[in-house]
């Protein structure tokens, strides 16, 4: 999404006061981010197993309390 002229005009003048305020950092700053930017982060395969994992074992668990049964169909134990 490009961004509209108010905003370009806008962080030009934001850049322009840091050069300002501060030349050094703004030289150390300058030198990063030559490559494109972008927000959406691709997933790998290797990254979703754990969440794969956690599905599973939740599914085996909600399983296991419906076979179990409500409390009431077990039998009342005394202990003392």
């Not at 927000?39 to 395969?45: G, K, L, Q």
């Amino acid at each position: 999404m490009a961004l509209s002229a108010r905003d370009q005009s806008v962080l030009e003048a934001i850049a322009g006061q840091l050069r300002a305020d501060d030349p050094a950092f703004a030289r150390r700053f300058s030198e990063h981010g030559d490559g494109e930017v972008t927000s959406e982060r691709i997933v790998s395969s290797r990254e979703l197993w754990p969440v794969a994992l956690i599905v599973v074992c939740l599914a085996v668990f909600a399983a296991a309390m419906i076979v179990a049964g409500s409390p009431e169909s077990l039998p009342h134990v005394v202990t003392r």
